[in-house]
Nanobody, 121 residues
Framework: QVQLVESGGGLVQAGGSLRLSCAAS????????MGWYRQAPGKQRELVAG???????NYADSGKGRFTISRENDKNTVYLQMNSLKREDTAVYYC???????????????WGQGTQVTVSS
């Protein structure tokens, strides 16, 4: 089995910072891309940032200049540093990983359970 477990969410005032972490565990052979998505009430889930195994990253326009994604391959962990948070960043943040399980020949998408980020004014 494979699990993605997020941590680091919470309540923060506008202008503040949070750092999200997501650790993948289980029968993992390799992890390709990892990323963070978010879903606000009444809205569709959207990409926040993604990062390849080699460290190439991309960001949604909403987070450019404020968010930084990084990963530690030896720990199967991805991070999202969020600075200058705004009320509109309030959402449930989900970790995603495109990974190959032990014994498999292809990759599959896995999701974490989500962590709530609430930004107050």
């Amino acid at each position: 089995q494979v699990q993605l477990v997020e941590s680091g969410g919470g309540l923060v005032q506008a202008g503040g910072s949070l750092r999200l972490s997501c650790a993948a565990s289980g029968s993992i052979l390799s992890i390709n891309a990892m990323g963070w998505y978010r879903q606000a009430p009444g809205k569709q889930r959207e990409l926040v940032a993604g990062i390849t195994r080699r460290g190439s990253s991309n960001y949604a326009d909403s987070g450019k200049g404020r968010f930084t994604i990084s990963r530690e391959n030896d720990k199967n962990t991805v991070y999202l540093q969020m600075n200058s948070l705004k009320r509109e960043d309030t959402a449930v943040y989900y970790c995603n990983a495109d990974l190959v399980r032990v014994g498999s020949y292809r990759s599959y998408d896995y999701w974490g359970q989500g962590t709530q980020v609430t930004v107050s004014s």
